[in-house]
């Protein structure tokens, strides 16, 4: 079975461009994450979806991040414009719990998206 | 709310001793607690999960971590260490009930030196 597919793997793009990032969950999870790794940090929860609700955006910064996950499905994450403190790993992640109902299950990660802002 | 302090950034060990990662949380319910483990250029791998089963709980490659609830801790542990252990260890702690929000300690750094 295949996981948690990203991409692109590594980003360059120059400030105030935009930029966009991609992640095909494990297939029936319902549950997928966006989570963002600065270097030397554990990774910290930018959105989560259940099914294709956003149910816990508080931090994404919605100013210049913008997510979406039609159809309760694939989902991307986009920046725009960038800023040179984007830089970092974003990481996509699923899982199977449904929400309110069940213990929680893990989640499964994908291997993430280095972007670097120049 | 919800928190997680892993004590030490970094550790190191000389292969073959034992491994003691430290991780202590705050939860106003009763969580659910993880550990991941990120090696260089590779996405998180679920090494062991307590979901309010047993305390002790055996993990992949020989880990193994137990609960205390008294102590509000959640250490991570291996009686010999290899040197493919050396990677970046996260503790993450998360709501019982299925809310499913995973919040991660800021990862401790393992080295394991011949």
């Known amino acids: 079975e295949a996981g948690v597919v990203q991409s692109p793997r590594y980003k360059i793009i120059e400030k105030k461009q935009p930029v966009a990032f991609w992640c095909n969950p494990i297939?029936?999870?319902?549950?997928l994450y966006w989570y963002r790794q600065n270097l030397g940090q554990g990774p910290e929860l930018l959105i989560r979806?259940?099914?294709?609700?956003?149910?816990?955006d508080s931090q994404l910064p919605k100013d210049r991040f913008s997510a979406e996950r039609l159809k309760g499905v694939d989902s991307t994450l986009k920046i725009q414009p960038a800023e040179l403190g984007d830089s970092a790993v974003y990481l996509c992640a699923s899982s199977s719990g449904e929400f309110r109902t069940s213990m929680n299950t893990e989640a499964f990660f994908g291997q993430g998206t280095r972007l670097t802002v120049v | 709310a919800q928190s997680v302090t892993q004590l030490d950034s970094h550790v190191s060990v000389s292969e073959g001793t034992p491994v003691l990662l430290r991780c202590n949380y705050s939860s106003s319910y009763s969580p659910s607690l993880f550990w991941y483990v990120q090696h260089p250029n590779k996405g998180l791998q679920l090494l062991l999960k307590y979901t309010s089963a047993a305390t002790l709980v055996k993990g992949i490659n020989g880990f193994e971590a137990e609960f205390k609830k008294s102590e509000t801790s959640f250490h991570l542990t291996k009686p010999s260490a290899h040197m493919s252990d050396a990677a970046e260890y996260f503790c993450?702690?998360?709501?019982?009930?299925?809310?499913?929000?995973?919040?991660f300690g800021a990862g401790t750094r393992l080295a394991v030196h011949p």
């Open positions: 297939s029936g999870h319902n549950t």
């Open positions: 979806y259940e099914n294709e609700e956003a149910v816990d």
């Open positions: 993450v702690v998360t709501l019982s009930g299925g809310y499913n929000k995973l919040i």
